[in-house]
């Protein structure tokens, strides 16, 4: 044992394989070098800060003025880009570069430039209104004046007259003349009949004409017309379609309802003279009036963009300058005054290879900022679990945050990302094994891949987003689903003849018939993969079902022996012998004197072509160990081996249980023994020094709770080792299901249409093919396969070594801000 932990200690280290080792470490900083030294931290990005100031307010903390500031400078340039945007002057992503500029200058401009379009927007929306007022009124003029009959004969050529003259036809005369028949009678200058004409929105047309039916007990008369000209509302700049009409009714008593009625539904009615000559007139004026008004709002609109635009090209850098500054002061807020209130303390967490980067920041932070007094770095001891930080790449992100959602890492354990690179993408290929298939992931992930560049500075939907994230993942997936498709000889499941010829032959003619004895075998065997023989013949499921299955437990027994052997490293590492005596070697027993075993017994049946039933082996091992065999014997001396293994495996149970509770017991008392027998003194001194974690331990260590823990422990792996293995026959189903799939797309689709001598029937039939194989093999079957991928890691490999409880490395870096922290 001592020669082996001397050779895994001489192994070479791996960066991913345990995380960076962390310091805590603490910075004594004058207050008139704090601010920049805290900005140069945040470039260099490799300084955890903790929170010193956790049991107060936000508002209890220093800089909460330097805070309220730049948020309120948040929500104004958020006000400027929203105008910027709103104009449709998009704000430049890569702005030209400008000298810097201080906070309070920009505080100025951003509150000049605020001030500046709140007035010109004010101004803007009362001229709109304005605007939509003379619009409206001249619509009324033209609609309503088409409704209207004077008591004069000539009415009928004056108001032709208007119409010809001064508005379109807009075919509104069948609605006068009825109005006229029914008016004729009865003239108003002798019933007294008045009006109110004015225009309401489109969609309040049908309510408000129930209303006035109701509220004058149907003595009226509703004439409506729709509106020529669409409206835009000022303040939401939505386009709203309107309706002119005109009420026509008798006594002061309906006209009071009918104008609340207006002012409910907020109908704007506007005064139509009777005479026609006033008409004229009033609708010259109107128009004079519009016209005048769409040259000054263009003039505004025009002013207004050119203010816009010359700030619009700084927005970006002014936005990271405030993002940056709130970041810097949110952080100052975690550091504390020492007692003269002349220096600033704070602790943070940092990686030992990062300290020589730090401290020579911290020397230019006081240089510029030429103080007298430097900054103060050093290491402090603690007890307390440093956060996990592993140095990724674009490859190996995307697998570490796979990993990383089941768990952050403990501090320095076995990280299971290194090995997920390569197992993760091979289970989903077993999985989704086909070459055509692949190759269509394949094309997928380089597309994504090579327009990398472009696509990360673009802002992505949440599926897109994860897609390119994972872009890495699906490359190699759609490498190994290529790789086991060749194994498993299936191009959108169709077999080729790629490595050779078949080494199987027709008996006779009546080979494809299902009474003949089938294929006779007359060289040697394919060279790689499935013979494409197997294809169609009656034995090919049986086979396939017996290959895949068999790979199947090979390969969960393979990953679940990889995660014991890690559970060794991490014990090792620890420096736990308890861990390795009492919970890696009984594991290993375990597992490999049941599953081991069998899988043993697969590859002895693969290579001697035994007709054995391990089914039968398997159950009477446990039932019967002592029976003979028979002719499920496949080596000689099985049977005491089996009663061997069997014996070792319930050994294995024990161990794992009994020993460790007792002896951490035996050393919680050795190592406490006589602690409350000394001196009073040396008592008191030994408290102080001691740690808080150990003085815990002292107190807290239950025998019944650490021995109950050990016993959930054996039998979760008890039961674990069955059921895991069961677990990794999904490997087997859903292989079998997704080459099922393709079959049935293949022949009952493609194959059934292609045998139709009809051009639509074959494109129909095409088309239903290339759906089903996109939707439903490429989309959902990846994602099937995905998620089941997943399950297997997470649970089935992980559980064995991986205890996921630790929290990530989060430095304070400018890199990191998002739009959100502004």
């Known amino acids: 044992m001592e020669k082996w932990d001397r050779f895994v200690d001489n192994l070479p280290p791996m960066n991913l394989m345990r995380s960076e080792e962390m310091s805590l470490v603490q910075l004594i900083i004058p207050a008139e070098t704090a601010h920049r030294a805290i900005s140069y931290l945040g470039e260099l990005g490799v300084l955890q800060f903790r929170d010193l100031n956790a049991d107060k307010s936000p508002f209890q903390r220093t800089f909460v003025n330097q805070v309220k500031r730049c948020a309120e400078m948040s929500r ?44 010109m927007n004010s101004n803007s929306e009362k001229l709109q209104e304005t605007y939509n ?55 108003s200058n002798q019933s007294g009949l008045r009006f109110i ?142 007692v003269t209130k002349k220096c600033l303390v704070g602790e943070g967490w940092c990686p030992i290879s990062a300290r020589p980067q730090i401290e020579e920041t911290l020397h230019r932070a006081t240089f510029d900022s030429s103080s007298q007094v430097g900054i103060i770095f050093h290491v402090m001891n603690t007890l ?33 990302a290194v090995y997920t690179v390569i197992t993760f993408p091979f289970l989903f290929a077993v999985m989704f094994g086909d070459w055509g298939h692949g190759i269509c992931l394949l094309l997928g992930a380089l597309v994504l891949i090579a327009r990398e560049n472009k696509l990360s500075n673009q802002r992505l939907g949440s599926f897109m987003e994860m897609l390119f994230g994972g872009r890495y993942v699906l490359l190699l997936m ?105 919970q890696f070697v009984p594991q290993m027993i375990f597992l ?48 005491p081996l089996q009663i061997v293994l069997l014996l070792l495996a319930l050994i294995a149970v024990p161990w794992m249980l009994f020993p460790k509770p007792f002896i951490l017991k035996k050393l919680h008392s050795e190592r406490f023994q006589g602690r409350t027998y000394g001196i009073l003194h040396n008592a008191e001194i030994d408290l102080d020094v001691e740690p808080d974690s150990a003085r815990g331990h002292h107190e807290d260590f239950n025998f019944s709770e650490v021995f109950v823990h050990q016993m959930i422990h054996s039998i979760e792996f008890v039961l674990g080792a069955v059921s895991n293995t069961a677990s990794y026959l999904r490997l087997w189903a859903l292989s079998l299901a997704h080459s099922e799939l393709s079959t049935v797309f293949y022949e009952k689709v493609l194959l059934l249409a292609w045998g139709y001598d009809n051009i639509v029937v074959r494109l129909v039939g095409l088309a239903v093919f290339a759906f089903a194989t996109a939707f439903i093999l490429l989309m959902m079957e990846t994602l099937s396969a995905f998620l089941h991928a997943l399950r297997l890691h997470w649970v089935e490999f992980q559980n064995k070594f991986y205890f996921g409880d630790g929290y990530k490395f989060r430095p304070f870096s400018f890199t990191l801000l998002t739009d959100d922290d502004g």
Request: net charge negative; charged share 25%.
């Open 76 to 119: 104004k340039l958020r006000f400027l880009k929203e105008q910027v945007n709103k104009a449709g002057l998009l704000s430049s992503a890569h702005p030209v570069l400008e000298p810097d500029v201080e906070l309070e200058e920009l505080e100025i401009q951003l509150a000049e430039h605020e001030h500046e379009l709140i007035e």
């Open 384 to 416: 307390e679990s440093p956060p996990t930080y592993f140095r990724t790449n674009c490859f190996t992100n995307a697998f570490q945050e796979i990993v990383d959602a089941y768990g952050v890492a403990r501090y320095q354990e076995a990280n299971p």
């Open 133 to 187: 007022e003379l619009l409206e009124f001249k619509m009324v003029l033209q609609k309503a004046v088409g409704f209207l009959v004077s008591s004069n004969g000539h009415a009928g050529e004056d108001e032709r007259e208007l119409n010809e003259n001064v508005f379109p036809n807009d075919g509104c005369e069948d609605s006068a003349s009825l109005l006229e028949q029914e008016l004729r009678s009865a003239p």
């Open 478 to 582: 759609s490498i190994f689903s290529i790789y086991c498709g060749l194994i498993y000889n299936e191009f959108f499941s169709v077999p080729f003849h790629i490595f050779g010829g078949s080494a199987y032959k027709c008996r006779d003619t009546t080979c494809s018939d299902a009474q003949t004895v089938g294929l006779i075998k007359y060289q040697d065997s394919y060279s790689f993969g499935v013979d494409p023989s197997w294809r169609g013949s009656r034995s090919e499921l049986p086979f396939l079902n017996s290959l895949k299955m068999k790979m199947s437990i090979l390969l969960g027994v393979a990953q679940m022996n990889l995660g014991i052997v890690l559970s060794y490293f991490n014990a090792h590492f620890f420096g736990s012998s308890l861990d390795v005596r009492y």
């Open 197 to 338: 004409s004015g225009i309401i929105p489109r969609s309040k047309v049908m309510r408000f004409e129930r209303m006035l039916f109701r509220a004058t007990r149907g003595n009226m008369l509703f004439n409506q017309a729709s509106a020529d000209e669409e409206i835009m509302d000022p303040v939401s700049t939505e386009v709203v379609e309107k309706t002119v009409f005109v009420v026509f009714f008798s006594g002061e008593q309906a006209r009071t309802k009918i104008l609340k009625i207006c002012e409910a539904f907020e109908a704007n009615c506007y005064p139509v003279p009777d005479d026609i000559t006033k008409q004229r007139q009033l609708t010259r004026e109107v128009l004079s009036r519009l016209s005048e008004l769409e040259a000054t709002l263009d003039a505004g609109i025009r002013h207004r963009n050119q203010a816009l635009a010359s700030f619009g090209f700084h927005l970006t850098i002014w936005m990271n300058l405030v993002r940056r500054e709130k970041a810097v002061y949110d952080t100052l807020n975690m550091l504390n005054f020492d």
């Open 592 to 639: 490999n004197c049941l599953f081991g075993y069998l899988s043993l017994l697969i590859i002895i049946k693969w290579c001697t072509g035994s007709q054995a039933d391990l089914y039968h082996v398997m159950i009477y091992m446990f039932l019967s160990p002592t029976d003979d065999l028979g002719e499920n014997e496949l080596f000689w001396g099985q049977r």
